[in-house]
Each structure stands twice: as structure tokens, then as C-alpha cells.
């Protein structure tokens, strides 16, 4: 990693949205006044108990009834309701990386640091992040890009540890015909997505993705984020055996660039999408370093 991580942002030294900066309201009313069919593509999965998850970090999704229909319907009755008003509320454990998700600036760090060189000891608590929670990422309204680096291999998905170099990039870029602008958000279709929740230990035991070198390709060109349809947008297991997810301590830490994982994106690949209005929000968990999302694409 480079010396950068000690440096404070560009932004200034209070900053905590990053590359969301480049987020104008010019850049939104562009992406809006692209939309002249108002088709909507859902890029998300449903999120069940079928969801793969990678053990020791993340825990499996849950989900159970707290209170249902029969017993509020009982203690209301005992209360004096006559009207047999029943209620169904669950109760939910998971991690804020389950299914579709944004990764907060505050996910990772370089040693103490987190973006914009913020103290990870002083301000990672047993109850969240004090600062770069996910709390701060702005409501995205932008232009998406579609880069099929699996549709240019003409296979139905890469293989896990392929790497997907600046130079696919590129090619994929041609093929859509498309340029990466300042305040883009850049979602990589490796194929991997068709194994989400139909065969999840393959699924989470390596994956196809992005290094170093093509997260900084995408980082020099100003997006705001990068998603893709695996686990971790980075190539799993890295060729380099010495390091252990540098993309995102580049993503993240080095470039306050957010990263959008287990996105679905067949059906925009299907349908030769490559740029549209891509809107997501991120649910303001005070102090997450990341939670579940829908993200939308509209043509």
C-alpha cells in the first residue's frame, strides 16, 4: 500500500463520504434526464436464510417471529380489545454484510488507519464506528456503468482467482462503448452471481474479481463506487499469498471509494445495458460499517 493512508483527504480533514463528494447535483440531473423509458432493474438478491456468508467474520442471517398474530391477538383480549387485532413482528441477527450491501469507508483499515487517516483505535468502539459509519454515505443518484468482463470470455462466469486486470477493463469499456466519467459508479459482472444462493460453498470459497492494479484503473477516473456480483469485488484468493484484501484497503482506506458486493446483475447483462440512472441508499445505521441495500437501475 502507499504512504497516502497517512495523508488526509482531498477533501479536507473532517471528511467523512469520500469519493460521494463528486456526487453534484449536476451529476444526478444528468443521470435523471437519462431515463426516457421508466424501466426499473432490480440489482439486488432477496435476502433469506439461504444467504451465503464467510465464516469467522460474518454470521449467518436469521430471522424468527417476536411477536405473531395468536399471542398479541391473546394479550390484547386480556387488555379488553374486542376487534381480534393480531400483529406480526420479527426479530433479525445478521451482519450489515449480508445479501446485496454497501461497505462503509469505516469496513477496513491499513494497520490504525481508516480513510482520511482517522484513528481506528480511538474511534472503532465495541458499538460501532464514532466516525466513517455508514451513516454518512449520501443517497447515490448517478450514472451506472455496466462493465461484462464475463459476457468478453463468452463463458457464463470467470473462474475463482482469475484476476481481472485494468486491461478486461478496458476491453470492457469498448465493448459498451461507454467512458468512465468523475462521479460514476462502476458495477463489474464476473458471472459469479448465478451461484448466490444456489450453491453457496462454492460460492464463498474463492471468486473471481479485481486486483490492485484495476482498482486503481477505476479509482484514476473518478467513481464513486465499485460493485460486482461476488463476495468481495476482489479476486479471492489473491495470486499474492503475502497480502489479504488489498482492494478494498485501496477502495476504502486509500480513495474513500465505496464497494457494493453480491449485486445481481444478469438481467442488465441480458439486456446489453451498459450505462443508466443508478440509484441506491444506504439505511442510516448509526456507526455500521455497512448495511443490506436495493439498488435500482432505470433506462
Known amino acids: ?21 463528486l456526487l453534484t447535483p449536476e ?17 439486488s438478491h432477496e435476502i433469506a436464510m439461504n444467504a451465503p456468508y464467510m465464516m469467522p467474520n460474518q454470521t449467518p442471517y436469521l430471522m424468527s417471529l417476536w411477536t405473531n398474530w395468536r399471542d398479541s391477538m391473546r394479550r390484547r383480549r386480556k387488555l379488553g380489545a374486542t376487534n381480534e387485532v393480531g400483529v406480526n413482528i420479527e426479530r433479525m441477527e445478521m451482519t450489515a454484510h449480508v445479501g446485496t450491501h454497501i461497505d ?6 491499513i494497520g490504525d488507519r481508516l480513510y482520511n487517516n482517522v484513528s481506528a483505535e ?40 482469475r484476476v481481472i486486470t485494468p486491461e478486461d477493463l478496458q476491453r470492457a469499456v469498448a465493448a459498451a462503448n461507454v467512458t468512465i466519467e468523475s462521479g460514476d459508479i462502476v458495477m463489474i459482472r ?11 460453498a462454492r460460492y464463498v470459497a474463492g471468486e473471481p474479481g479485481i486486483d ?22 476482489e479476486v479471492l484468493p489473491n495470486p ?4 489479504s484484501m488489498p482492494v478494498h484497503q485501496h477502495l476504502l482506506v486509500e480513495a474513500g471509494v465505496y464497494i457494493i458486493e453480491n449485486l445481481a446483475l444478469e438481467e442488465i447483462a441480458r ?14 445505521y448509526k456507526g455500521a460499517t455497512g448495511c443490506p441495500v436495493r439498488p435500482i437501475a432505470m433506462i
Open 271 to 284: 439486456e446489453k445495458l451498459s450505462s443508466f440512472c443508478f440509484i441506491l441508499l444506504a439505511t442510516k
Open 1 to 21: 500500500m502507499t504512504a497516502c493512508t497517512h495523508d488526509h483527504s482531498r477533501w479536507g480533514a473532517t471528511d467523512q463520504i469520500g469519493a460521494a463528494n
Open 190 to 200: 464476473t458471472g459469479w452471481g448465478q451461484l448466490f444462493g444456489i450453491d453457496n
Open 27 to 43: 451529476k444526478r440531473l444528468a443521470a435523471l434526464r437519462s431515463v426516457t423509458q421508466g424501466r426499473i432493474f432490480d440489482v
Open 104 to 109: 462503509a469507508l469505516g469496513h477496513f483499515s
Open 212 to 233: 490492485v492494479p484495476a482498482a486503481r484503473w477505476l479509482t484514476e477516473r473518478g467513481v464513486v463506487a465499485v460493485g460486482s456480483d461476488n463476495m468481495a469485488v
Open 240 to 243: 499474492n499469498k503475502a497480502i
Open 122 to 161: 480511538e474511534e472503532v468502539t465495541d458499538w460501532g464506528l464514532n466516525r466513517l459509519g455508514i451513516e454518512n454515505a449520501p443517497p447515490m443518484v448517478t450514472r451506472g456503468v455496466l462493465l461484462d468482463v464475463a459476457g468478453l470470455d463468452g463463458g457464463a462466469h470467470l473462474l475463482p482467482g
